[in-house]
């Protein structure tokens, strides 16, 4: 697998949960994923590890960037593993923005 598609992967897991939060209050099982996805990588390590690895596939900025997001995201984990709602929320947000800009570092190499 490229790093690339290591990537795509990545940001796909990443907002299994924050698509489909909804507008209530967010069920236990889908808090229990949400936590998984944002903080727990298939492969025992943390999604920002797992993005680190690959991060210098996309280009300086768009790593760099991303990198902030993610430690925006790890800021929010105490809060998001307490099932504090309004942080669950925020860190959704935050792991849409980073799969939208991992997608967009990495269409080129779809083309």
Do not use: W
């Not at 209050?25 to 996805?37: F, N, Q, S, T």
């Not at 902030?68 to 504090?84: G, I, K, N, Q, W």
């Amino acid at each position: 697998m490229t790093q690339h598609a290591r990537l795509r992967h990545l940001a796909k897991y990443l907002t299994r949960a924050a698509r489909n939060l909804g507008a209530g209050p967010i069920a236990p099982a889908l808090r229990a994923m949400l936590v998984r996805d944002l903080y727990e990588a298939i492969d025992g390590g943390s999604p920002f590890h797992a993005f680190l690895r690959d991060a210098d596939a996309l280009p300086q900025a768009d790593a760099h960037a991303i990198g902030l997001a993610f430690a925006a995201l790890d800021r929010l984990e105490t809060r998001v593993r307490a099932c504090d709602q309004p942080a669950m929320r925020d860190a959704a947000e935050i792991a849409l923005r980073i799969a939208g800009a991992i997608r967009d570092g990495t269409v080129e190499a779809n083309l």
